[in-house]
């Protein structure tokens, strides 16, 4: 992966991790995460192999703990926990994350389906 395509991917696995935050999502926060993932050259399929195989399977944790990442996840933590799993054995590494997706999914995929719908406005607006 290039460089400013790292870049780029960064800025969408920190954008979709805030999903994951121990706090009450807002129809504002959700306009402005389809705002920010808008804002990369991403198609829907990739920002949903992003969402259910990067962020997803190392965030949802906070979402069932008593006192979760309220704030933001460490960027630098988030990043470098992502690439461990992309040097994974994929096929084995995405076997599992289908299978964890029951645990995850139902935490936020409400909201990822509204932030998803507002992405296709906006790129519908445009």
Excluded at 19 to 31: A, E, I, S
Excluded at 35 to 48: D, R, V
Excluded at 72 to 98: T, V
Aim: net charge neutral; charged share 30%; hydrophobic share 40%.
């Amino acid at each position: 992966m290039q460089n400013n395509q790292l870049e780029q991917y960064k800025i969408a696995w920190s954008i979709i991790s805030e999903l994951f935050l121990d706090n009450q999502l807002r129809v504002l926060d959700l306009k402005h995460i389809a705002n920010e993932l808008f804002k990369t050259s991403f198609t829907e399929k990739e920002l949903n192999e992003m969402y259910y195989y990067d962020v997803a399977p190392i965030c949802f944790m906070n979402l069932q703990n008593v006192a979760g990442e309220w704030e933001g996840f460490d960027k630098e933590w988030l990043f470098s926990e992502i690439q461990k799993n992309r040097n994974k054995n994929q096929i084995i590494f995405r076997l599992k994350c289908k299978l964890m997706r029951k645990l995850y999914s139902p935490l936020t995929l409400e909201q990822w389906a509204k932030v998803l719908e507002k992405l296709r406005e906006l790129r519908g607006a445009g």
